[in-house]
């Protein structure tokens, strides 16, 4: 099996997917989610970090008629690239990051600015081949799929938290049958996950998951595919399991070829 694994897109189209999946009959693709472009929100948070963290939004210093253009522009970029996968004659496994606009953003967004804009959840389900995971399991072809949505900050994960995302994910790999490939929107803890951002108020810190990491451990999945650090792109084989953080689309994508528990990455 043959799969293409995309990273954060953030805006940036990738036209020439359609031609790419087709040219080398790519079984799937797999994407770690952040689609849209947020670049002028992201500047604002690592620009003024003792306003955003009192609460202060863009839209309290620009005023709410620009902030609603950011807004659109940034959904019509999700639009774009949620159609690009729709037109694939292949399915495509998505999580969403921490930059999508979902079912409560744009509940909000419609009722403050009257507008009347799909949430992404809503998006994919005009789209047969667009599977969007939030902590589910599903079988595909000799594979089974275990995909987690969003990004949880380590500092939001106290012991009993941990644990029951832990359980959560442990009886969904207990159900697997087939060799596991694990999407998610961030990296493990201390695997690519090191910020070298140093606007970021994270800067050097390891800010990945701790309870993937202890799956990986557990579970051994042969492949684990997450972005979120763009600057932490790259792999490494742990505990068994190939560890791709996928950094962003216009850093590159991965080919990566698949038979049973082995696994081949594509130059």
Not at 164 to 174: D, I, M, R, V
Not at 229 to 234: D, F, K, L, V
């Amino acid at each position: 099996m043959l799969i293409l694994a995309i990273g954060d897109i953030h805006g940036n189209d990738f036209p020439e997917l359609k031609e790419l999946v087709e040219s080398m009959s790519v079984d799937a693709v797999f994407c770690t989610g952040d689609l849209c472009d947020v670049d002028i929100l992201r500047r604002f948070i690592f620009s003024n970090p003792v306003l955003a963290s009192l609460g202060f939004t863009l839209a309290d210093l620009i005023g709410a008629e620009e902030y609603r253009k950011i807004i659109m522009h940034s959904i019509e970029s999700q639009n774009r690239i949620i159609k690009r996968f729709g037109s694939l004659n292949c399915p495509v496994f998505l999580v969403y990051g921490n930059n999508d606009y979902l079912d409560d953003d744009i509940r909000s967004y419609n009722k403050r600015h009257n507008l009347k804009i799909e949430s992404l959840q809503d998006k994919v389900k005009h789209y047969k081949n667009i599977k969007l995971l939030c902590g589910e399991l599903v079988k595909f072809k000799e594979l089974d799929i275990i995909g987690v949505s969003g990004y949880i900050s380590p500092s939001a994960l106290d012991k009993k938290k941990q644990d029951e995302f832990y359980k959560h994910l442990e009886s969904l790999f207990k159900m697997a049958k087939n060799p596991v490939i694990f999407l998610t929107h961030e990296p493990p803890e201390n695997i690519l996950d090191r910020v070298r951002l140093e606007i970021s108020s994270a800067y050097n810190m390891n800010i990945g998951n701790p309870v993937y990491n202890r799956i990986i451990k557990n579970f051994s999945p042969v492949l684990h595919l997450c972005g979120h650090i763009h600057e932490a792109r790259g792999r490494i084989l742990y505990k068994g399991t190939h560890v791709v953080n996928l950094g962003t689309i216009d850093q590159g994508y991965e080919l990566i070829e698949i038979k049973g528990s082995n696994v081949k990455f594509l130059e």
